[in-house]
């Protein structure tokens, strides 16, 4: 079974907080390299344009950007207390990006908006591998094909 990793939301280094939207990465190298040449194939445009086309496709994946909204304030609550809690500079700017209802998944911004844009078979796939709340088809995809 492909591992992913599940990274913290706000990296604290140097007395400076920063976030971090993408949750999931995938660990195994051969792997990564299997999903860079289905993306060099054209997969993402293909995925992009049937998602665009399918109103339920998409209205599941938008919902899947939303519960990721969710999810990071639950963890920034629950984790980072003293961010969610905060109000310096740093703190804000985690909340900023993460409490962010237009930041979805990875970073995505403008998700709800068509045309759709996959950007990465890698982080669709680390999410669907990485969280049972998370499956989707675009990481099944992924999954079918290597």
């Known amino acids: 079974m492909l591992k992913v990793v599940e990274n913290p939301i706000v990296v ?21 390299s299997a999903v860079s040449r289905l993306e060099s194939e054209g997969f993402i445009r293909m995925l992009s344009q049937e998602i665009t086309e399918d109103e339920g496709l998409f209205d599941f994946l938008v919902k899947l950007h939303e519960r990721e909204v969710r999810k990071r304030e639950e963890l ?19 909340k900023k990006v993460l409490l962010n209802p237009e930041i979805g998944i990875g970073g995505i911004r403008n998700f709800r908006r068509k045309p759709f844009k996959v950007r990465c078979l ?14 989707n088809p675009i990481g099944e995809f992924v999954l079918s094909k290597i």
């Open 12 to 32: 604290h280094e140097n007395g400076i907080y920063r976030p971090e939207p993408t949750r999931f990465w995938i660990l195994d190298r051969e792997f990564r």
């Open 76 to 94: 920034l609550k629950k984790l980072f207390p003293e961010v969610y809690e905060g109000s310096g500079r740093w703190d804000l700017a985690c």
């Open 122 to 135: 890698h982080l669709w796939t680390a999410y669907h591998v990485g969280d049972e709340e998370f499956r």
